[in-house]
């Protein structure tokens, strides 16, 4: 077997609790998270060889041998906005596949203040007039390219309130949330508008927490005796020609906008030999509701447009033909940045060992898949498997 | 560089004109893509061989939302009469791109008639403002004086 094909499996998953938690920096979420993980595969830090990680505005993941040990190993710091989670996991798991090492971390934290973010036009390549003119607002792009879609492919508002209010009862079963409350669709569809057509409870809010993957080497999993997943593939792209993204001047080219996500779902499940329609449970980028919706088409497990008989008929819920954010989500956990796209990975691996609890996926999941799109056209897939 | 923008549709415009510098964009000299703002390099094919392009003035709506609250300040700067929910979105224009502006109608706050409707531009500065007819009907009296004075 060549080392690109060579098996990875995922034999240690970890959380720090999400949500407000003033008494903890993000490092110690980190530190938390990777605590936990090498908990649950049975192995300690100085088991661990190699370690990628990051954070969006919390700090070098490399300084967290100071609070872990210090083994000595090379640890890379990983800054990829929201793909900074999935770059960490591809970089652990090449790490392994080119046989520099049996055992890798990726780790991703992030503790964001309340509010909006707060980015800089010129960092973005944009004159001040955008800041001056109330364009420097990421909300406005998903409003923008949700209004289109809804336009072009017959999605209903009820639809996008659907969508929230499972996100807030996924979050009310699962433990580990921030959101831990239940709210009607009613209650979604009234609540003061942000950007037409989503309202302040569509949306997902900066958040606080760490997520920690461990990935080893088959003969490394088996040694180990681990309750191991295997991860089939890992596919990460930055966006094509043509795209639409947040705080675009504007968008070039003819047509509708190509999709870095359906480009790295592609990647992901060509790599892993499976298709879409494979799939028993799945975590899509819920930045807000209509991210999910566009989601769903864009990594191809629907037709656009066809997400209305989806959604409505409760096929993304859990018990139905594709559970989609089983564990409420980004609407219900927030986002950490950095973290985001490593608690999907632990919600996937939780789904398919069976060990979610109340909101287990019902008949054994065997394939997963995670997705994760940011700023500015990124976008991070994986495809597991449960052994 | 100052160009006059002519407005025809504009009521009672029978040559009155309005003097709106062109969007400043670019052409790639290999492939033809347009950009904007003037681009460094084609992001299409990579040359970095790019001629500047005045775009025209006048689109169609693509897609808008609009801004419910008041953006955090700074950087944003509100009007004088205080912040008021406006209209954001991307106008198509025959040249080739899609350019993010500021969108007045005179429906606000509601801006529903900016959906799909064609619209000029009547300001460049500090981002791209494209206005639909009503909107410009409206206004052309204050502007006209505005632009005499």
Known sequence: MSPATSTVSIVGAGLSRFGRQPELTGRQMA???IHAALADAGLSWPDIQVAFGG????????????????????FINVKNGCATGGSALVSAVNAIRSGAAEIALAVGFDKHPRGAFDPR?????????????????????????????????????????????????????????WRREALSEEAIAAAPMVNDPLTQYMFCSPGEGGAAIIVASEAAAQRLGARQVRLLSVATRTRSFGSFEVFAPSIQGHGTPPSVSTDAARAA?????????????????????????????????????????????????????????????CIANGEPIGASGLRQVHEIVTQLRGE?????????????FTHVYGAPGIS???VLEAI | MSVETSTPEQS?????????????????????????????????????????????????????TVQRFAPKSPPYVPPAEGFQPFAVGYVELSDGVRVEAVLESSDHP??????????????????PRFATRDWLDVHSHAAAERNQG
């Not at chain 1, 930045?287 to 066809?306: N, R, S």
């Not at chain 2, 893509?33 to 003037?38: C, D, E, R, S, T």
């Not at chain 2, 509601?110 to 981002?127: C, F, H, N, Q, R």
């Open chain 1, 31 to 33: 530190v938390q998270a």
């Open chain 1, 55 to 74: 954070s969006d505005g919390s700090g070098l993941a490399d300084t967290l041998v100071a609070d872990l040990g210090l083994t000595g190993i090379p």
């Open chain 1, 121 to 177: 036009p010129e960092d973005w390549g944009l004159s001040v007039g955008y800041g001056e003119a109330g364009l420097m607002v990421t909300t406005q792009f998903f409003a923008i390219k949700f209004a289109r879609y809804m336009r072009e492919h017959g999605i209903s508002e009820q639809t996008l309130a659907k969508v929230a209010a499972k996100a807030f009862r996924n979050g009310s079963i699962s433990p580990n949330a």
């Open chain 1, 269 to 329: 499940f060509e790599a892993a030999g499976v298709a879409p329609s494979d799939i028993d449970v799945a975590q899509l980028q819920d930045t807000e509701a209509g991210a999910e919706i566009m989601h769903l088409a864009e990594c191809g497990f629907c037709d656009h447009g066809d997400q209305e008989e989806w959604i409505v008929s409760g096929a993304t819920e859990i018990g139905g033909r594709l559970p989609v954010n089983t564990d409420g989500g």
């Open chain 1, 356 to 368: 979610a609890g109340e909101r287990q996926v019902p008949g054994s999941p065997r394939l997963g």
């Open chain 1, 380 to 382: 991070a897939c994986t």
């Open chain 2, 12 to 64: 009672g415009g029978a040559g009155q004109t309005r003097p709106v510098p062109p969007l400043r964009g670019s052409r790639c000299t290999g492939c033809g893509n347009v950009a904007f703002p003037a681009a460094v390099g084609c992001q299409r094919c990579g040359s970095s061989a790019v001629t500047p392009l005045a775009l025209a003035g006048h689109g169609v709506v693509w897609a808008h």
């Open chain 2, 110 to 127: 509601e801006y529903d008639a900016l959906a799909g409707a064609e619209v000029t531009l009547v300001a460049t500065d500090p981002v």
